[in-house]
């Protein structure tokens, strides 16, 4: 039976962050949240838990987190588009390293020592070997990757400094939804392959693929998907790793498998028993060929094993989750206006 611990979750009513809070909940965690409900959903956490804040507030934070008698702290609250970062930087920088700053400036203040990060492996950039590892260089090359290296940098520094330790989870591309669809993803807008996909299956309006003359397989990029709630369970796993005394680390989060485009595409396809209809452009500017995740650092360290680690899995509970929202049913038109096709980032 797991001690129960007092956790605060912040971005705990986004896609990620509600997975996690859940798997707390059910290991009998005390649980609070702190959202300010700007990309997440105030039905994908219970009522009692959440704490409508925002990160910069950092008084406010210090006085929850001591009020909670937090023991540590989960940490999802981002913005996450790699294109709305290269539009609009300030924001990136302005919202996920100052929120974080402001929220380790509250830990320290409440005295709480330990801290998951929900980082990103776009803080690889596009390295030219795979599967990557923990030690490839860090080189982002968009403000969303390069927000997530500063707060690498600074959660570094509060180690040092202030004795804060911290696991920062280096996720590769989070896919699917509760195997029961009670959860899933609801970004708006959608920036994520496989809801896009089921999105262009359920209203037909075409998916853009962005380039088909990649060194790879079929032509198209290759990816590592996984499974939200294995990314859930890393970080259960990093939290009580640091609850027992585990010194700062950082890990991959990803199969160590990757699928192209197309690849993805056709299992869509057989999930779904509907063609996806898609048009092919040219390539899209920063895109890798190819991004895998070597794991076998958090699988040794911390026993992490992928329970859905197959991608037709995957599809599978993220087309459970879209059939039971409103307005999804597969023999629905698309919405008024959607004539132009479906992007994605990867």
């Known amino acids: 039976m797991t001690t129960p611990r007092r956790i605060l979750v912040t971005g705990g ?66 913005f996450i588009s790699v294109g709305e970062s290269m539009r609009e930087p300030e924001r990136y920088f302005a919202n996920n390293v100052g929120g974080s700053l402001s929220l380790l400036t509250a830990m320290v203040r409440a005295g709480v020592k330990h801290l998951v990060f929900s980082s990103t492996a776009a803080v690889y950039g596009n390295p030219q070997d795979n599967p ?11 403000p969303y990757g390069e927000s997530k290296v500063m707060v690498e940098t600074l959660l570094r520094w509060f180690d040092e400094i202030h004795h804060l330790s911290s696991v920062c989870l280096r996720y590769f591309n989070a896919a699917g939804a509760d195997p029961e669809g009670r959860l899933g993803e609801e970004h708006v807008p959608e920036t994520h392959l496989i809801p896009l996909l089921l999105q262009a299956v359920t209203t037909g309006t075409p998916i853009a693929v962005f380039g088909d003359d990649y060194e790879t397989p079929d032509g198209t990029c290759i990816r590592d998907y996984v499974h939200v709630d294995d990314l859930a369970q890393a970080h259960i796993l990093a939290l009580e790793y640091l609850l027992g005394g585990g010194a700062s680390e950082r890990f991959n989060v990803g199969t160590g498998t990757g699928h192209t485009v197309m690849e993805t595409i056709r299992v869509v396809e057989a999930v779904t028993g509907r063609k996806v209809p898609y048009t092919v ?66």
């Open 13 to 78: 009513a986004g896609y990620i962050g509600s997975h996690t809070v859940r798997l707390l909940l059910e290991r009998g965690h005390e649980v609070t949240v702190v959202d300010n409900l700007s990309k997440g959903y105030r039905h994908n956490v219970p009522p009692e838990r959440l704490c409508e804040l925002n990160l910069a507030d950092t008084d406010a934070l210090a006085r929850l987190l001591d009020r909670q008698r937090a023991e540590a702290v989960i940490h999802f609250a981002a």
């Open 132 to 142: 990557i590892l923990e030690t490839f260089p860090i080189q982002a090359v968009n």
């Open 281 to 346: 452009g040219p390539r899209r500017e920063g895109d890798a060929p190819s991004l895998v995740a070597a794991s076998g650092k958090l699988r040794d360290k911390l026993g992490w094993k992928p329970q859905y680690a197959e991608l037709r899995t995957i599809v599978e509970h993220a087309w459970n989750f879209a059939r039971k929202r409103p307005g999804t049913s597969p023999d629905q038109a698309g919405p008024a206006g959607s004539d132009k096709p479906f992007n994605f980032s990867i």
